[in-house]
């Protein structure tokens, strides 16, 4: 994902490898096969399908836990070739939330997950839907109109959303909750890697917490990024993040181009299609010049 990523970020005319014009099989289609998967090599679950790609899953003895694919299919449609690889790692995320429900809290483990207010409202109206009753009790914070940080445990295989009571039953302070989760997702990172030139960046973390690094200043102070003006950037799925200068006109239309081929493309993990201005340790809706001085007929 991230080599085709890059190939997209400086070489935009070169068709992304491992395309492919076969048939993608349905949700439903997926759903059952990825059921059946599952339930063959781990015949000791209990597998409820709730609806295409929605399942209840419980080891004998234990409560449920729901479990999506939305993501997982949006991943699928990139690289239909690799479903057995993707349903293999898709199947330790789920043991990850089997075996949460015999563990605490770590609050080492703490890190803060950027996602677009968007992301909540689809959250309860899905939940309301389904008739699941109340929406779960996130902490979120507010970054901008468009932002919010959400904070989440990070395990081997996967993320837990943390609530309030989480917090209390490991005994953490919530004040000082974001500062605790960025030092956390400083240390958990991998190298973060940086890739471009002549103004344009992408840094690469991973692919996880990549829409997640703005929020730590000392990303904001690598020499190496080198742009004209303030930095501006895009985190249009959870894996990419992408940096130019406020003054520089071919960076900011690049952004732009990278924010439409990643919804065109129904990439997984999408966030949002609008510019952000990082100044003074703030994270702002970036304004462009036809913003600030609409036309007037």
């Excluded at 190298?191 to 904001?220: Q, R, T």
């Excluded at 742009?227 to 799925?237: K, L, N, Q, R, S």
Aim: proline share 5%.
């Amino acid at each position: 994902m991230l080599k085709r990523l890059i190939a997209k970020l400086f070489a935009p005319s070169t068709p992304a490898p491992g395309s492919s014009n076969s048939r993608l099989i349905t949700p439903a289609e997926f759903t059952e096969d990825y059921v059946n998967t599952l339930q063959n090599t781990h015949p000791e679950l209990t597998i409820e399908v709730v609806q295409d790609l929605e399942l209840r899953v419980a080891r004998e003895g234990q409560p449920a836990v729901s479990t999506f694919l939305h993501n997982v299919y949006d991943v699928y449609k990139q690289a239909p070739g690799d479903k057995a690889t993707i349903f293999e790692k898709f199947t330790l995320t789920i043991f990850d939330l089997l075996d949460l429900q015999d563990k605490k809290l770590d609050p080492s483990r703490i890190v803060p997950i950027v996602k677009d207010r968007a992301w909540i409202e689809e959250t309860r109206a899905s939940l309301a839907t389904r008739g699941d009753g109340e929406p779960p009790e996130h902490i979120v914070e507010g970054l901008n109109s468009e932002l919010v940080i959400l904070y989440a445990e990070d395990l081997d295989n996967s993320i837990r959303y943390i609530s309030h009571s989480d917090l209390a039953e490991a005994g953490i302070e919530s004040w000082n909750l974001r500062d605790l989760a960025c030092e956390n997702l400083r240390r958990l990172l991998p190298k973060i890697e940086c890739h471009g030139e002549n103004g344009l960046y992408m840094l690469a973390a991973g692919g996880n917490f990549e829409a997640s690094l703005p929020l730590l200043d000392f990303v904001w102070k690598d020499p190496g990024l080198k742009v004209d003006g303030e930095f501006v950037f895009a985190i249009p799925a959870r894996d990419l993040l992408v940096i130019t200068g406020s003054k520089d006109g071919e960076g900011i239309a690049k952004l732009h181009q990278i924010n439409h081929d990643v919804f065109s493309q129904n990439g997984s993990y999408r966030l949002t299609q609008k510019l952000f201005l990082y100044r003074q340790g703030e994270i702002e809706i970036f304004e462009e010049e036809s913003d600030r001085n609409p036309t007037v007929s």
